[in-house]
C-alpha cells in the first residue's frame, strides 16, 4: 500500500493510519452491533444501543491496534524499524522495514501479535466479573472478550501471511536452516487455509448464512492472494540476492543546469527520453529533477518556472554506494517511492563522485531476464 490513509496519530514513534476501507467494516461493524444488542436487549433506548454499539465497535480497532503494537514493540527490541500501523478493511497491518534476520526473532515478532490479543480476551472478561451488575459493560466486555479470543485463535492458523503462518515458517526456518523453503510450505499451507475458507464460506451461504458465508468467503480470497504474494516477494528475493547495485546502473548520468526553464527542461525530455536528470552548475552538483516533479506545477507555469525552484535538493536525495545490495536499494526506491537512485562512489580524496543511476525499470529488466534464464542462474550471480 503506497499510500496508507489518513494519518490519526503516532504511538511510540509509529504512525498510525486509517485506510479508506475502513470506514466501510466501521460503520458496518456498528449497525451490526446495533442490531444485535437491539435483539437481545428489548428494554434499551436507541441512545443506549447506539453508545454501547460505537463503543465496542472503537474498542474491538483499539484492540487490533493493541495486537499490532504487540508485533511492533518486538521488531523495535531487534532494531527493526516500524514504517506504519494501518487500520483496514481485514483488519491492521504493522509494515515493517525489513525481515527478522533470524528465524528465532521472527517467531518472537509473529508470537506477540496472538499473545496480546489472548491478554484483552482476559482483561475484558475480567471486567465482566468486576462489574457484573452493569448491562452495558457486560455486553460490551462479552463481545469483545470472545472477539478477541477468536483473533488469537485465528491468527495462530499455520498459513502465510496469519501470524500463525509466520510462526510455522520460523520453526522449519529454524529447523532446517533454509528460508526459502519455509517460506514455501508456510506459503502452500496459507492457500490451502484461504481454499478451506472459501469452501467454508460457500457452503453456509448454501446453508443459509449468507452474511458470514460471504464474509468468510471474501477474507478466504484476500488471505489467498497474499499467500501468493508472500511468495512472488520470495522470487525476488531469491532472483536479486547476489547483485549489487554497479551490476545494474547505468552509467550515463543525464544532467541539466539549474536557471533552464520547465519549459526547456520539458523539451529536454521530449528529446531525449529520459526521465531524470541530476542539477549541475559549475561542476558541482545542486539538485534532481524529473518528471514527477515537472508534473507538479501546472503547464501554464512552466516558462515562468525554473528547475532550481522544483527540484529535489541535493541534501535531499537519496544515495547509493555500488556495492549496496540490490535486493535493499530496491526495498528503499519502494519505500521512499522514488524511481531511480544515483550511484555514489568516494574517492581518495574525499570527493563523492556520482558514477551512474540505479532505476526502478533497471532492476526490473534485470529480474525478467533472470527469471527467463530459471533457476539455473541462480549462485552463479556474479561477486
Ligand atoms: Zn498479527
Redesign the pocket.
Known amino acids: 500500500m503506497a499510500r496508507p490513509g489518513m494519518r490519526i496519530g503516532k504511538i511510540l514513534g509509529i504512525p498510525i493510519y486509517l485506510h479508506s476501507t475502513w470506514v466501510i467494516v466501521f460503520a458496518g461493524l456498528t449497525y451490526l452491533l446495533f442490531s444485535q444488542f437491539e435483539q437481545q436487549k428489548p428494554g434499551w433506548t436507541s441512545t443506549q444501543l447506539w453508545s454501547v454499539g460505537l463503543s465496542t465497535s472503537v474498542l474491538f480497532f483499539a484492540s487490533l491496534l493493541f495486537?499490532?503494537l504487540a508485533?511492533s514493540v518486538v521488531a523495535q527490541h531487534y532494531k527493526i524499524r516500524v514504517l506504519s500501523i494501518t487500520l483496514f478493511i481485514f483488519g491492521?497491518v504493522a509494515s515493517i522495514e525489513r525481515d527478522p534476520s533470524k528465524a528465532i526473532q521472527e517467531f518472537n515478532i509473529?508470537v506477540a501479535?496472538?499473545f496480546a490479543s489472548g491478554i484483552l480476551a482476559a482483561l475484558f472478561w475480567a471486567l465482566i466479573k468486576v462489574f457484573p451488575g452493569n448491562e452495558s459493560v457486560v455486553s460490551v466486555c462479552t463481545w469483545l472478550s470472545a472477539t478477541n479470543l477468536w483473533l488469537a485463535v485465528f491468527?495462530l492458523l499455520p498459513g502465510f501471511p496469519?501470524?500463525g503462518g509466520r510462526i510455522f515458517r520460523a520453526i522449519i526456518w529454524g529447523a532446517t536452516k533454509n528460508f526459502s523453503r519455509a517460506t514455501r510450505v508456510a506459503g502452500t499451507s496459507g492457500r490451502l487455509i484461504a481454499y478451506a475458507m472459501i469452501l467454508l464460506g460457500g457452503f453456509a451461504v448454501f446453508k443459509g448464512s449468507v452474511g458470514f458465508g460471504l464474509w468468510t468467503v471474501i477474507i478466504g480470497f484476500f488471505l489467498l492472494n497474499a499467500a501468493q504474494e508472500s511468495v512472488a516477494q520470495l522470487a525476488i528475493r531469491e532472483t536479486l540476492t547476489g547483485l549489487r547495485a554497479a551490476d545494474v546502473m547505468s552509467q550515463e548520468v543525464p544532467t541539466v543546469g539549474r536557471a533552464i526553464s520547465l519549459e526547456e527542461y520539458g523539451a529536454e525530455v521530449l528529446r531525449t527520453g529520459r526521465r531524470c536528470h541530476l542539477v549541475i552548475t559549475e561542476d558541482r552538483l545542486v539538485g534532481m529533477m524529473n518528471v514527477h516533479k515537472l508534473n507538479s506545477v501546472p503547464r501554464d507555469e512552466w516558462d515562468l518556472t525554473s528547475v532550481q525552484a522544483v527540484m529535489i535538493p541535493r541534501e535531499r536525495i537519496l544515495w547509493a554506494t555500488p556495492d549496496e545490495p540490490l535486493l535493499g536499494l530496491l526495498e528503499r526506491l519502494l519505500t521512499a517511492d522514488i524511481n531511480q537512485m544515483p550511484i555514489v562512489s568516494g574517492s581518495d580524496d574525499g570527493a563523492a563522485h556520482i558514477i551512474g543511476m540505479v532505476t526502478r525499470d533497471s532492476i526490473l529488466r534485470v529480474m525478467q531476464t533472470r527469471s527467463e534464464l530459471g533457476p539455473l542462474s541462480f549462485g552463479t550471480a556474479s561477486k
Open positions: 495486537h499490532e508485533h491492521g509473529a501479535g496472538p491468527n496469519l501470524d
